[in-house]
């Protein structure tokens, strides 16, 4: 018979990720790779004495989450991709470690029980993807601050060209008022392709795959919020943010962060001048709930039944004029389904809407 751990043994040793095997019983690790040293930098012969100054090290929010996984894996379950991080040395600075790791669940017989798998140093990559995640988001929130600031004067330019038409239509005089209709078309035309521009960027972020991660929503929120903060004095508008200190949970950043953002846009496009875009996010154990509120124009009556639908009748131009393809609130309804959970709103003309999104704690397989 093949001796498969012999076979096996050239790529443990040789391999950059760290393998273990780990007897639950006799709390015990039976094997650990080279690449401890090079990970968590320190000898293999020495790990089980070390064990419990590395398990001391990992990060308060990740605890909770740690201890789930493990009582997952030991009722018989496969965990993958469970990312935590530890923090440095005491006594010693520097940013945490993020670790990657997936274990699987081994009983040989009574008494022996073992946990084997990979442990991978993602901390590059993930500092990496975090930078990305952030460029992402501000882009996103920068293009929105930019559609609404660059289309308001766009659209008073159109209406005092219209004015003006108006008041020389006894001057019959042709090519002023065909110089008129190009700033009037010229202006309109401008706006459409800056709104054009900024639904472009939403609809291709969001395809219907999901890449589920543990997320803290309310820095990713936050941060979103304070982008809009920055800009307070040029898009007229207060905005503010309530939420816990951490909210954690599953989700796609990208999809979900870019729903956010359309939100805070659409509050933007239908408050006046002077209005008020308050975001609260409530941790509510098993589920979180989202509200994004408004003091704006609201939703007519008529159109609130088919808000969510592609191509909604509801779709019409903000207050500036900013265009708008229908698409929007369809989409966004579709990612939050696709997290499992429920979007509603309501909202009275002339008072306002409110946004809400419910999300479940759902953790990846």
């Known amino acids: 018979m093949l001796d498969f751990v012999a076979l096996f043994r050239p790529l443990f040793e040789r391999s950059q990720s760290l393998y273990f095997v780990y007897h639950v019983e006799a709390k015990k690790v039976e094997y650990v790779s080279a690449a401890y040293e090079t990970i968590l930098g320190h000898q293999p012969e020495a790990v089980n004495e070390e064990l419990p100054q590395l398990l001391a090290r990992l990060h308060p929010e990740d605890q909770e989450y740690a201890a789930a996984r493990l009582n997952h894996l030991l009722n018989g379950k496969f965990v993958e991709d469970v990312e935590v991080r530890l923090l440095p040395p005491p006594g010693t600075e ?4 993020w670790l990657c790791l997936t274990v699987g669940r081994v009983e040989q017989a009574p008494g022996q029980t073992y946990l084997s798998g990979t442990v991978q140093d993602t901390t590059r990559t993930r500092e990496y993807m975090d930078n990305a995640d952030r460029f992402n988001k501000k882009k996103n929130t920068t293009l929105e601050i930019l559609s609404h600031d660059l289309a308001g004067p766009f659209i008073m330019i159109k209406q005092v060209a219209g004015y003006v038409s108006e008041r020389i239509e006894t001057l019959h005089d042709e090519q002023l008022s065909e110089l008129l209709l190009t700033m009037q078309t010229t202006c309109q035309d401008s706006v459409n392709l800056i709104r054009d521009f900024v639904d472009n960027e939403f609809l291709e972020s969001s395809g219907v795959n999901l890449k589920l991660e543990r997320v803290d929503l309310a820095a990713e929120v936050g941060e979103i919020v304070q982008e809009f903060q920055k800009s307070e004095a040029e898009i007229n508008k207060h905005v503010s943010f309530e939420s816990p200190e951490t909210c954690y949970l599953h989700l796609d950043r990208n999809k979900f962060m870019q729903v956010v953002n359309n939100l805070l846009s659409n509050s933007l496009k239908f408050t006046p001048d002077g209005g008020h875009i308050h975001v609260r996010l409530q941790d509510q ?25 592609r191509f909604t009748p509801a779709r019409r131009p903000g207050l500036r004029g900013e265009k708008t393809t229908g698409l929007g609130m369809s989409i966004i309804k579709v990612i939050v389904e696709l997290h499992r959970g429920h979007i509603w709103f309501e909202s009275e003309e002339g008072k306002g809407t409110t946004f809400f999104i419910r999300l479940p704690r759902q953790e990846s397989a």
């Open 94 to 97: 520097g940013r945490p470690q």
């Open 285 to 309: 154990g098993s589920e979180v709930l989202l509200t994004v509120v408004d003091t704006g124009i609201g939703i007519p009556q008529k159109f609130q039944d088919r808000l969510f639908e």
